[in-house]
Nanobody, 120 residues
Framework: QVQLVESGGGLVQAGGSLRLSCAAS????????MGWYRQAPGKQRELVAI???????TYADSVKGRFSISRDTAKNTVYLQMNSLKPEDTAVYYC??????????????WGQGTQVTVSS
């Protein structure tokens, strides 16, 4: 199994910055994509940003130019630098990975979520 532990959420004023971190651990054989989703109250979970093993990154249109995703493949860690935060960025942010373990084929794993609240 793979465990994802997130950190870095909190309360920030509009225009401020936060940095989320997520570390993967467990019986990992290989990690494919790692990234972040978010879910606001009453809305569906949506992709924020994702980075493939090869380094390709994808962002939601709503965060392009403000958020930046990076990975430390040696540490199985992914980061999300969030700048120029807006109240509409308020949500629970979930770390995501697709990984193979030594005993199972590739499957999706999720973190427990970290709250990001942006006040106006």
């Amino acid at each position: 199994q793979v465990q994802l532990v997130e950190s870095g959420g909190g309360l920030v004023q509009a225009g401020g910055s936060l940095r989320l971190s997520c570390a993967a651990s467990g019986s990992i054989f290989s990690i494919n994509g790692m990234g972040w989703y978010r879910q606001a109250p009453g809305k569906q979970r949506e992709l924020v940003a994702i980075a493939t093993r090869g380094g390709t990154t994808t962002y939601a249109d709503s965060v392009k130019g403000r958020f930046s995703i990076s990975r430390d493949t040696a540490k199985n860690t992914v980061y999300l630098q969030m700048n120029s935060l807006k109240p509409e960025d308020t949500a629970v942010y979930y770390c995501y990975t697709r990984a193979n373990t030594w005993t199972s084929d590739a499957r999706d794993y999720w973190g427990q979520g970290t709250q990001v609240t942006v006040s106006s």
